[in-house]
């Protein structure tokens, strides 16, 4: 397997406009995560999915943030309006949920926001 | 609520020598516990994880940890460092929900 594919890789975007991040979970995974890592925070959970359905979104900042998976190979993180504060390494993991392997999520290779 | 601390954020070793970076945790219930490593600008890859299956974990590049119950601790160690162990290491709990609580992580160079 591929693993987790991010996309883009790295993105620079001007205050106020509209961010888009991609991700593909490893085929097979039922649960879908996406975190934010910054030097100040650390390493942050935002949302994460089960089957496609958001289980817990209690670490999205704020109502600029939204997260979908409308099937179960592909989930968005967008961000709207875009604040500089947002600059940040996004990642996205998943989980099979299964057996030796409950709990064990793995990681993408994220995506770097720089927001001006 | 689960939370993590990793003593000390910047960790020096010199090539061949032992490598110990601690980890405590606080946790509910019984934890699954994991080590993670990145490299620079990568992601997050898992080292070694805890299931209560055994008390001494060991996992990939020469790394292993031990589970103490009673010292709610989880130290990673290697015996001998080499030059690509240069990276971040993160520990991190989850009480058997999906959510991963991560520690600041340790910074570990490898004097040549």
């Known amino acids: 397997d591929a693993g987790v594919i991010q996309s883009p890789r790295h993105e620079v975007t001007e205050m106020g406009q509209e961010v888009t991040l991609r991700c593909k979970p490893i085929s097979g995974h039922d649960y879908l995560f996406w975190y934010r890592q910054t030097m100040m925070r650390g390493l942050e959970l935002l949302i994460y999915f089960n089957n496609n359905v958001p289980i817990d979104d209690s670490g999205m900042p704020e109502d600029r943030f939204s997260a979908k998976m409308p099937n179960a190979s592909f989930s968005t993180l967008k961000i709207q309006p875009s604040e500089p504060r947002d600059s940040a390494v996004y990642f996205c993991?998943?989980?099979?949920?299964?057996?030796?392997?409950?709990?064990?999520?793995?990681f993408g290779p994220g995506t770097r926001l720089l927001v001006l | 609520a689960q939370s993590v601390t990793q003593l000390g954020s910047h960790v020096s070793v010199s090539e061949g020598a032992l490598v110990l970076l601690r980890c405590n945790y606080s946790?509910?219930?019984?934890?699954?516990l994991f080590w993670y490593v990145q490299y620079p600008n990568q992601g997050l890859q898992l080292l070694l994880k805890y299931t209560s299956a055994a008390t001494l974990v060991k996992g990939i590049n020469g790394f292993e940890a031990e589970f103490k119950k009673s010292e709610t601790s989880f130290h990673l160690t290697k015996p001998s460092a080499h030059m690509s162990d240069a990276a971040e290491y993160f520990c991190a709990v989850s009480p058997n929900d999906y959510k991963l609580s991560f520690g600041a992580g340790t910074t570990v160079t490898v004097r040549a």
């Open positions: 946790s509910s219930v019984p934890p699954y």
């Open positions: 993991a998943s989980s099979s949920g299964q057996g030796e392997d409950q709990e064990t999520q793995y």
